[in-house]
Structure formats: C-alpha cells, structure tokens
C-alpha cells in the first residue's frame, strides 16, 4: 500500500524474546524514549522532559483507536548498518491479545538524538481487523515562554511559507499526497520547535508515501507526529508494516533535522547528483517579455545581460504551440527545429549558455498528442483526468513507459540536436501526482504513479547528461515544498515563484540542508523578491543571482499584468544589478558552507545567516529596521577584520569571546569577518 505495506507472516513465538520490565527507558545520552508498560511514551532531550506522554504507536479501526498496549518483550543489542553504528531496541506488545505491535527502534552515534522507527501491527486474533488508519511517533512539545515554530514539508495550494510561527490557532494536517488536482508531495520531515528544544519527525523510506505529517497549537503545546487514514482489512495473521520513520530532539531551527535527513537518505541512496560548475553561473530569463517574445527581443537583450556578468539565458514558455505537443511555434521560428537551434546557436555565440523551459507531464486539450494517445493520460478512480490548473492541461502518468519515452526523446532532442544546455522544467504538478487507475497502464498498484515520478525525473535527467554531461536539470515546481525523491532528477534549483523575500530566504535554508551546504540553488528572478529589487536575500544566503529585466524596453504586448515600471532595466536599475552581480561574482557565496545551525530563524533577531567561504566568514543579517547589537557566531581564534560587504565600510573588529557589533541597519546589513594574520583555527 502507499503508507504501508501488508503481509501474511508467521507467529513470532519462534523469537527469542527476554522478558520486559515494567517499561522501557531507550536513551543516547541526548534523546530519552521513556515507555511505561502500555507503551505510552514521554521524550527528554539532555536529560529534560519536552514531552508529555502520548501512546507512540495507534492503530485506528472501525471499533475505535487501538492505542493501549500491553508490553510483552524488550530486547537490545548492538547494530551496524549504512547509518553507521548504534544500538537497537525491539519491543514487542499486545493489545488484548488480538492485534501484536512490534517496534524496533535504532540510535546511531553518528545521529545523536535521533530514532529510527520500524514498526508493525499484526492481527493475532481469529477475526479480520479492519483498520482506518495508524499513528506514530505522535508527541506534544510542551509549551515554553516564547512560542514555537514549524517547519512543513507538505505542500498547498495558496502557497503559504514552509516556515510559520505556531499561533494559537495553528493546524496544519501537512498531507504528502495531492491536496489539490495540481498542488502536493514535499520533504517527508515536519519540525516544532522552541528556543531550547526542537522535535522532528519524518519517513526514511526510498519511495514517497502517502501519509500526513500533522503539526497543531495544542493548550499545553504543539502537537506533532505522522499519520495515515489509509483504509486497511488485515486478515488474521497478516501485518501491517509502516514506513521507517525517525524522531530527533534538537537544538535550533528546522536545519539541523533536514540536514540529517539528507545525509540519512543518502546512505539509502536517494541524493542529489553531482553538480556541475555551470550550476553557479547568474541567471538571466527571458520571461520579462512574457509568452509573445521575439527572437529579437532576446537578441537585443544579450549583450547587456552579458555585461552585467549573467552567463545563462533562459527561453521561458511561449516557444512552442502546445504543452504537451512541444512542436516549435512557426510564428516565431518559421524553419522550426532549424530556426530554434540556431537560436540557441546564437546565445552561445554571445557568450552565454542557453537554457529552455519545458513543462514536461502537461498536455494541452485539443493537442495531437491527446488527440493521438489518450492512454497516457492519469486517471482517477472515477476516470477523470487529473487537471493543471494553470494552463488548463492535463497530467500525464509518470509511470507509464511510453510517457517516459515521450519526453526522453524530447530531452535527447532539445539537448543533443538543438543545443540547449539546460532545461527549466516548470509546473506545480511536477511535484507528485495522484494514484493512476488507468486500465491501459496495469499499474500493480494505483500508488505507482505518486511513488515513481522521482524515477520519471531521474530518466530525464539521465537522458540530458548522455547528450550533455554538464547539462543543466532545473525543477521548479511553482510553489511546492520540494518533493525531496525527485532530488536524484536535478542538480539546481530556484526559489520557484516566491511571494516574498522571507520564502526565498527560507526556501535557500531548506534547501542547502536538503541538497548540502554549497548547494546551487537561485533566489529566482529577483522581480519576485521584496520591492522587486532584493538581491541582498539573495545573496546573503548564498544563492544564485536571476533576474528577468528587459531592455531597452518592455514587451509592448503584455500577456499578464506587469507591475508598474514593467521590468525594463532602468538605468538606477542596471547600477543596481552591476553592483550585486559583481559582488556575488567575487565572493561566490553559492559554493561556500551554509552555516545553517548557527542562527535560528524563528527566535533569533535579527534574522541572521553566515556562510563560510575561504577564510572568511560572511554574516547577512534582515529587518525592517534594526538598532542594537548583533552576534557574529562561528568565529574561531584570533580576531576579524569587519567590513560591510556592501558599501565597503569598516565595521571594526571581533573576536571568538568579542563577537558583538552594535549595528544600525534598514532592511539588511552584510558583514565579512576575515582574519586577521591568517587563516583561525
């Protein structure tokens, strides 16, 4: 099934089993699992209680929660696997003797604080149990002065910030299914978090499933933990296997959890593949003239994008007739494939690298290819076709063969024959999609098409680095939370239509835990940013410039509603963007170490981010305004030269027991810290 899977297994009185004491303490000196002898569970981190006590595992029926247990069993022993080693914890209990919970749970020493979770339910009893759903892992961080925060890796349809403050009223259910017919998937991690303590939880699995990660204001604190509502009949004997889950207690924000979950998912072998240097260059898009550019629009444009430093120039939708047909609109490139190579020819020849958008899993009503391949299509359980909302297309199942092969060849054609260098493949249903019943399909399971499009990705990138090796795979799934499987299909990513400068400073957290601390990922087209011009967000946590001026002028023929101005490059525009461009070119802050455990985002204020790069440590510090002292943590031996990486300016100095600066400041300020004499220890 999606969350779970069933299977008929064996009486486990073959085990050896030692027998339990009245509970259970499981513990590696940073996060304690204390379980009395019905397996309700508190948590402690350091030795503290954060949690009250909550049953750690519920099966829901039709006849109610089954959620108190008797334990039978609890053994340890030493374990080595791919996370390294640790120590093993199997518990075994019953509830009334008809349904049997087996629980193992895993502390590794190179996690400290974190539990992994293998849990099973299984009918012992001489009727089928009809289940409704399961819990686990659901706790209650208990309430501190000062509140909490959350991070939420579901994804929405009003594209609200993956990091908010947890008001009174806050509930989120964070399902990692579809939660609408275009808008669904994420990272399967949900965090809560205090300015003392923060808690975790999340699946491991190498597929994504279809389960909830709910976090919700609670009057003694925040609720959090997983969950599904899949509906299950277990036969007697059968079992129901959950996904493998952890739990971390943590100190600071969400980045620390989301950093181990990259480098645990790693050693399952889900990671992002190797970067290529192009991955860092500064973005130039053509989406500043909308659907009805003209090549020579573009070509106007090239020499002033070359001049400000921009290397990549993106040839975004409008190229083609038809998502879904992708044949080259002969309005604009009357030989068709002739003429857009050429295209593509002729930004090389500028000296930048060419990049076209795409919208693969799209097709549009009235295309050849829906005309010509109705079995491609995903369908629902009713036989409905799931729909994109934003060109009014519909999906296409991702894990239906010819689908696949579809865009492949497409890919081979646009990287191997035309020469592009790169894809932006855009869309917010390139995230997940639904269960597929099409008949045509003989998917064994519905679930097929959700837990295979990551392998959907990762043929299409495969097919781009065979005509390329260096080929750029950009996946911008406009407003999703990053669904992290489809990482092993991309190698940069952008902010991917932010709504403010606060989501393209959150989402470049997000993603340099996900994708490791040097990770190429763009603050997308600056216009998107906060006054439209905030490239300080974007460089201070170490993203890639882009931008989709035009110039000399605006496209006289707008498709959308432009902001006032338009987005020409006005000549205070284009000092501006020379600046930043130039600044980011000489420090490179894309490929230096994204210090994201130093300063948490929620409580610390100003909102602070450092990056290491070389011997320097680069702070960047956001308000709207601010006037008092600020923290330069990190440091190491000797003191720092301080200057504003902006104007210039002396700050002074600091030290490792000296770190406060007093700064007065509007909107941001950036700091450089470099030693003084050498390189600190």
């Known amino acids: 099934m999606a969350s779970g899977a069933i299977v008929a297994t064996p009486a486990l009185g073959t085990r050896a089993w030692a027998a339990a004491p009245a509970g259970a303490r499981i513990s590696d000196g940073v996060l304690t699992i204390d379980l009395d002898a019905q397996l309700r569970a508190h948590l402690l981190h350091d030795g503290r209680a954060i949690t009250a006590a909550t049953p750690i595992a519920t099966l829901l029926t039709n006849r109610g929660a089954i959620d108190r247990f008797l334990l039978l069993d609890y053994t340890q022993a030493a374990a080595e696997g791919p996370h390294g080693r640790g120590r093993q914890h199997r518990i075994r209990a019953t509830a009334s003797g008809g349904v049997e919970l087996e629980l193992g749970i895993t502390l590794f020493d190179r996690y400290p ?22 819990k686990l892992a659901t706790h209650e961080l208990l309430a501190a002065p000062g509140g909490a925060w959350s991070f939420s890796g579901a994804s929405h349809p009003d594209r609200r910030d993956w990091v908010q403050r947890v008001k009174p009223d806050f509930d989120q259910r964070n399902f990692m299914g579809m939660n609408s017919s275009d808008y669904g998937g ?3 991690v949900a965090v809560a978090w205090r300015r003392d303590v923060g808690l975790a939880v999340g699946h491991v699995d190498t597929v994504p499933r279809l389960i909830s990660l709910p976090i919700a204001a609670r009057p003694n604190g925040t609720s959090i933990g997983m969950s599904s509502d899949e509906a299950v009949r277990l036969a007697p004997g059968e079992a129901l296997t959950l996904p493998a ?7 600071g ?13 790693a050693e399952r072998g889900v990671a992002a593949p190797k970067i290529p240097e192009s991955s860092y260059a500064p973005i130039w898009c053509a989406w500043g003239y909308e659907r009805n550019f003209t090549p020579e629009q573009v070509y106007g444009t090239l020499p002033k994008a070359k001049e400000l430093g921009f290397e990549w120039a993106v040839i975004d939708d409008g190229w083609q007739t038809a998502e879904g047909d992708w044949h080259v609109d002969r309005k604009r490139f ?5 003429d857009i190579k050429a295209f593509a020819d002729r930004i090389k020849a500028d000296g930048m690298r060419p990049r076209l958008w795409l919208a693969p899993l799209a097709v549009d009503p009235g295309t050849d290819l829906l005309r010509d391949r109705p079995d491609m299509l995903l369908l629902d359980r009713s036989g409905a076709r799931q729909k994109v909302t934003w060109w009014d297309a519909f999906t296409l199942c991702p894990a239906y063969q010819p689908v696949i092969d579809y865009h492949r060849e497409l890919v081979r054609r646009i990287i191997g024959e035309w020469g592009f260098e790169g894809l932006k493949l855009d869309g917010q249903h390139l995230n997940a999609v639904a269960p597929c019943y099409n008949p045509a399909h003989n998917h064994a399971r519905p679930e097929e098409s959700y837990e295979k499009l990551q392998d959907f990705w990762k043929a299409l990138y495969d097919e781009a680095v065979a005509s390329n090796p260096n080929a750029i795979m950009e996946l911008c799934p406009c407003g999703d939370s990053f669904a992290f499987h489809n990482l092993i299909g991309t190698n940069t990513t952008p902010a991917s239509d932010p709504l403010s400068s606060w989501q393209v400073r959150t989402k470049g957290k997000t993603f340099k835990a996900l994708m490791g601390p040097s990770a190429p990922y763009a603050g997308d087209h600056v216009e998107l940013s906060d006054g439209r011009n905030d490239f300080a967000s974007t460089y201070g946590i170490g993203a890639i410039p882009s931008t989709k001026f035009t110039w000399p002028a605006d496209t ?14 006005t000549p205070a525009k284009e000092a501006m963007w020379r600046k930043w461009i130039d600044l980011y070119r000489a420090n490179m802050l894309a490929k230096g170490d994204y210090l994201g455990g130093l300063y948490d985002i929620g409580f610390d204020k100003p909102e602070a981010h450092a990056i290491a790069k070389d011997d320097a440590l680069h702070y960047a510090f956001y308000a709207d305004t601010w006037d008092g002292p600020i923290e330069l943590r990190g440091l190491g ?35 450089r810290a470099t030693p003084v004499g050498g390189t600190p220890t």
Not at 113 to 134: C, D, I
Not at 334 to 338: F, Q
Not at 556 to 566: A, E, H, I, Q, W
């Open 186 to 188: 994420g990272t399967p």
């Open 556 to 569: 006289p023929n707008p498709t959308d509603k432009l902001p006032p101005g338009g987005y020409v490059l």
């Open 253 to 265: 924000d969400y980045f620390r959890p989301l950093d181990a979950y990259r480098r645990i998912m």
């Open 113 to 134: 604080g974190l539990a992994l979770y293998e849990t099973r339910f299984r009918n012992t009893g001489s009727a089928p149990v009809q289940a409704t759903g399961w």
């Open 637 to 671: 031996e000797g003191r720092y030269t301080l200057t504003d990486a902006f104007t210039g300016a002396a700050l002074g100095t600091a030290a490792l027991g000296a770190n406060s600066l007093r700064a007065s400041f509007q909107r941001f300020l950036l700091v």
């Open 245 to 251: 889950s952890f739990v971390m207690a943590h100190v």
């Open 334 to 338: 009357p030989r068709g494939g002739a």
